[in-house]
């Protein structure tokens, strides 16, 4: 079959020509899709804007001998327009999208980063959180999804009970005083204790943590998220940590 058509989120964006578009998919179905959008950076395109950062959609693809062309394009939810005028929100945006694009870049099954990044961008235009903890219960379970789930209930090297306050990315976890090495990073109990309520939605106990765990607890999350990935993601210089 020549055609195909799937739900997804745009994620990415890149110049091709005088008017045309490389778009970044991340789909239900078909994992990472990269295709050419002909002529939507032209005012009179049909269906340029809906093809903005973090809309989601339902679109057709040919496929193509190297890149994919995208022929239809119908909005499902017009994230993008909750989220481009707030500065805060649209870095948050900006890093979750930018990590689930390079999470999914060679996962052929992309289902269960689509409805995560889905959930977080929606939460995000509903504000239903501060856009740091937003982004770093996203990190934390984007992370868990694609397999790298930090440990934070106990230590990962002896299993001592926690909360504890150092963080081993060599580890990939909480460490408790026995077992820290002096590569590992003093993150202070409340922070770890921070991440343990982000991953899993204790909600009301993060959004009562002081700024100083907050900031810590960003740092921890942007570190091992770049450890495991190999490089840096670059929208996270967008996300203000003190």
Not at 14 to 39: F, M, N, Q, W, Y
Not at 66 to 85: K, R
């Amino acid at each position: 079959m020549r055609f195909y058509r799937d739900t997804g989120i745009v994620v990415g964006h890149t110049k091709l020509g005088e008017a045309d578009l490389i778009v970044s998919i991340l789909t239900r179905d078909h994992g990472l899709v990269r295709a050419v959008a002909k002529g939507v950076r032209r005012t009179k395109s049909r269906f340029g804007s809906r093809l903005d950062l973090f809309m989601m959609v339902d679109f057709q693809a040919h496929i193509g001998r190297n890149l994919d062309i995208v022929t239809q394009v119908e909005l499902i939810e017009p994230f993008g327009h909750g989220i481009v005028g707030d500065y805060d929100v649209f870095a948050a945006a900006a890093a979750m999208a930018e990590t689930a694009a390079k999470l999914t870049e060679n996962e052929p099954n992309t289902r269960d980063q689509y409805l995560l990044l889905s959930a977080a961008l929606r939460s995000l235009c509903n504000r239903e959180h501060p856009p740091r903890l937003a982004l770093n219960a996203y990190l934390l379970r984007a992370m868990r999804t694609a397999g790298w789930e930090p440990g934070l209930d106990a230590c990962v090297s002896c299993g001592a009970p926690g909360p504890h306050r150092a963080f081993s990315f060599n580890s990939g976890g909480v460490v408790c005083v026995a077992c820290r090495t002096a590569a590992d990073t003093n993150a202070g109990e409340d922070a770890t204790v921070l991440l343990h309520n982000l991953l899993n939605a204790n909600w009301a106990q993060a959004h009562v943590a002081q700024a100083h765990a907050v900031n810590r607890a960003s740092r921890i999350v942007y570190d091992y998220v770049q450890w495991h990935l190999e490089r840096r993601v670059k929208s996270l210089n967008l996300v203000e940590v003190q």
